[in-house]
């Protein structure tokens, strides 16, 4: 007898389809070797998904803290109407931002649902990656 | 076709959790999965620019195992590296007992010791179908292998931990 034995674990990961699925169940009703060997795969299938999820330690993705970003010093027009539209983007942001404290309840009437699910929803923010050595 | 994340902190901040497990799982310590997150990112970063719209799961999870084993080639190391005191520890619930816990914990740990035993092609193929929850498919993308290849290495790797936790 020919024991499908790589197609067992494919049943077990719903992988199987067609004519090799049923051909796999019918084995499996009438062999004791290839069912034990079922129930010990499945035991270290259900044992390697049963390791307990990490969080992200803090550090790992960089900080999406707010920094300042220094202006080059340009003179001249183009210098002054670079800077008034950075002020005027600030205020802007100023005004569309949430603030920190507030309410779950108000965030949701004023972005939906969003807001409040996402912890990476809020005020606006320039990131900067860390500078890193090839 | 999937929507595609459009910068890389967003990648960071979809995709980094499960981009810390893969390698936390691959590696056994936190430093290396810490160091191997960072060069994904900085990869998905430079890579963005160029990315053709298809499966990008299978483009993140190519870049990953790519950068797993480029740190291995690089470093000419086996991840083998015994586990701290305090490995999976991390989330641990409050409300159960000690006892119960401290099996949990011993059961995790033998599993991730029995993990790194395994050859680098057979735990790939079992983290990112167990731990990742990648279908067949997804795995053969991000391996550049057939499915049919997938499918023996998970089923062997699976086997060879049996034989491991026995």
């Known amino acids: 007898m020919t024991h499908p034995s790589e197609s067992i674990s494919a049943y077990l990961d719903g992988e199987l389809h067609g004519s090799e699925l049923s051909q796999l169940v019918d084995h499996l009703g009438s062999c004791g070797r290839c069912s034990a060997e079922m129930e010990d795969l499945q035991r270290v299938r259900a044992a390697v998904r049963s390791l307990p999820v990490l969080e992200l330690p803090r550090g790992v993705v960089p900080d999406a803290d707010p920094v300042v970003v220094p202006l080059r010093r340009h003179k001249g027009m183009w210098a002054g109407v670079a800077a008034a539209v950075v002020i005027a983007m600030i205020a802007i942001a100023a005004l569309v931002t949430p603030d920190p404290q507030t309410s779950l309840y108000e965030l949701n009437s004023r972005f939906g649902a969003r807001a409040s699910l996402d912890p990476a929803f809020g005020p606006a923010k320039i990131v900067v990656p860390p500078l890193v050595s090839e | ?166």
């Open chain 2, 1 to 166: 076709m999937e929507s595609v994340p459009l910068t890389w902190e967003e990648v960071a901040r979809v995709y980094g959790r499960k981009i810390y497990n893969f390698a936390y799982r691959l590696t056994g310590n936190p430093d290396d999965a810490h160091d191997l997150v960072q060069e994904v990112l900085i990869r998905v970063r430079r890579g963005l620019a160029s990315y053709q719209p298809g499966s990008f799961e299978g483009w993140l999870w190519r870049i990953t195992r790519n950068a797993f084993l480029d740190d291995i080639r690089r470093q000419k190391r086996r991840p083998t590296t015994p586990l701290p005191d305090d490995v999976d520890r991390w989330d641990r619930a409050s409300t159960e007992s000690a006892d119960s816990e401290y099996a949990r914990i011993s059961l995790g740990d033998d599993i991730q010791k029995a993990l790194l035993q395994l050859p680098i092609d057979f735990r790939e193929a079992v983290v990112l179908c167990d731990v990742v929850g990648l279908s067949y498919e997804e795995i053969a993308q991000a391996c550049a292998v057939p499915i049919g290849t997938v499918r023996s290495r998970i089923h062997r790797g699976r086997k060879m931990l049996k034989e491991t936790l026995q």
